[in-house]
């Protein structure tokens, strides 16, 4: 171990000569770490660079490079004739944030912001992570069509014209844009112009833009209860007043949330399939909601996340394609139809607003990628899209069935299964009072997902229940795994 030259034990290092990392490097950041720890304190003296590196056995050349490197970084002076020194200015005693932990740290407390405080008190994390069968709003992705998809990534990422290869347009790809305008016209009986569409990366961002744009603090936001998690706390987090409106037979319990919250700035609803109780809104409640807004100079949120998968008759036409006024903002996502990791969704935005969210998407990080945007316009007008859509909708149609009949013979004392026209998941009421949660947590452990129904709500309701994903669920597997959900419900029964 080197000494000073008054003797003092001077440095820690630990050169390892097998590790790969060049000695030079090892010594540099040995040096620095001195430094920023103060253990090396300014003015002192380092050893000669032939002292060193006879004590380290390495070449002369090698500490004279790092420490002429300390020096061209301000660590270090040297002075003519007189040797190097530790550099005068750093006083880390005076900003002693600045400083290194020497060796075990007490992690500091940190203070964080009001919003982030209510960003870790949010449960849409949920999402996350490996999924175990029946997590809800999980595609089948053993069944997406990889092999193709992959051709069309290629293709986009191949093309002369590179542009996508970059930012892309500021509200998302023209041609992405456009294709999505074909779809709604077609699936959802909407009439939308290109132009008024923003590419978003997934409902989720839509969410955030929208009220970024509109909301602002104690402002009242309508929202369903139960309802979608991570749009709620969203809100919550943007400072808005977010208020429970109970769900009915024909959806948003209008009458009870004008009474009750009168001037909201933003209504936000599921109506094709409520989340997650799987309602959908009927027409007089939706043309009762879009006069009360209209009337009110209100804004209505349409996530229509799942709308895709209808197991009886057609697919309704959407809210939005009521709007003769302009007070909708229509959510859609590729999340469902395709996969989530493909990070892209959109809005249909009132065309006064177009600008403002496009600019707002850029500002807020651009999170989706012009390239994917290229590849997925391209899928749908190649008929790709719709093709895959309709056949999950029957394998999804199937375990539903399967899924239904299953919970029905084997978790009868236990659980109220409701069968659903649509979507990707069903409710399960719970019987005998059990606790929502500590189902889901038994279930956990034993492999199986579900999401308890208290957390989708603000209010809690008069009935516990949990939601179970069927779309991505192996149907030959359902029969096994309910079984299994028995043996836990009966256990804690
Ligand atoms: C009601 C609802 N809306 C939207 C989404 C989709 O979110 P994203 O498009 O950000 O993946 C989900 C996903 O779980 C959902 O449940």
Redesign the pocket.
Known sequence: MPKSPGGALLFQFNLDRDSGVPIYRQLDASLRRLILDGTLEPRQKLPSTRELARELGVSRITVKSVYEQLVAEGYAQSRTGAGTFIAEGLDFEASPKMRLPRHKARVPDIEISDRARSIMSSKASM?HGQTEPFR??VPALDRFPVKIWNKYMLDAMSRDERHHLSYGQVNGSTALRRSIARHLTDARGMQVEADQIVIT?????AFVLIAFVLLNKDDTVWYENPG?I??RDVMQIMGARVVPVPIDAEGLDINYAVEKYPKPAIIFT?PSHQ?PLGTTMSLVRRLALLNYAHENDAWVIE?D?DSEFRYRGRPLPALSALDSERRVFY?G?F??SMF?AIRT?YIVVPPALVETFAKARNLLGQSSSAVVEEALSQFMNDGRFVEHIRKMRRIYRDRRDVLFECLMNDCADTLEPQSTDAGMHMLAWLKNDLDDLTVHRALLKQGIESLPLSVYCIEPLDRSGIVLGFSSADERRIPKLVKRMATVLNSLD
């Not at 990366?201 to 961002?205: E, L």
Request: hydrophobic share 20%.
């Open positions: 999402r809800p709003g990366s997934g409902a989720q961002q979608h991570a749009g599921t989340q996530d996340y959510v996502t999340s469902k989530a969704g």
